[in-house]
């Protein structure tokens, strides 16, 4: 699946054709592609769909989404194709929790929705891997998914008791471009 998202992006920087659909299954799964540049792997984009998609389109659609158009990030460039790690992340066993704490750091990902300071509704989630990442515990991470979902006024105990959350897990798989380089050497002797 990763060496897929490789070969997306790829032939999307350099104005290539699409790669072939590959052979692995296109089951429907919620999913996310996840891209870190550099040997301190920073996020370089990440986005994805809580929705169902075939694995071959969702894949194709969200290697270059979360490349070109991640608002936090400018559009990636071919220089920084060679310093890339891709991650695809399969969603699964979704749950509701009981309150914002109904969840467990390192093991679930969580999507919450809460309401802003005008009153509208809005949802933010982190993949299962961000809290134990950034070294945070839960209060730390429900705050920080505040605030990447846009909340700006002060984060009080009854904000977050306030918060709608899901829980769920992932199955995650990763490569980086040495990788990636290797396999597509291995798969070009296959061809001759």
Known sequence: ????????????????????????????????????????ERLRGCIGTFNEMELHSGLREYSITSAMKDSRFSPMTRDEFQHLKVS??????????????????????IRIEFCNERGSKKTATFLPEVPTAQGWDKIQTIDSLLRKGGYKGSVTPELRKSIRLVRYQSERISVSYQEYINHCRIRSQGEN
Do not use: A
């Not at 052979?23 to 540049?37: E, G, S």
């Not at 695809?88 to 990902?109: A, K, M, N, T």
């Open 88 to 109: 695809v992340s399969i969603l699964c066993h979704f749950e509701d929790g009981d309150d914002y704490l109904d969840w467990d750091v390192g093991r679930h990902g």
């Open 1 to 40: 699946m990763c060496y897929y998202c490789f070969d997306v992006l790829y032939c999307h920087l350099f104005d290539l054709n699409p790669p072939q659909s590959p052979k692995f299954t296109n089951d429907l799964h919620p999913l996310f592609v996840t891209w870190k540049i550099g040997k301190d």
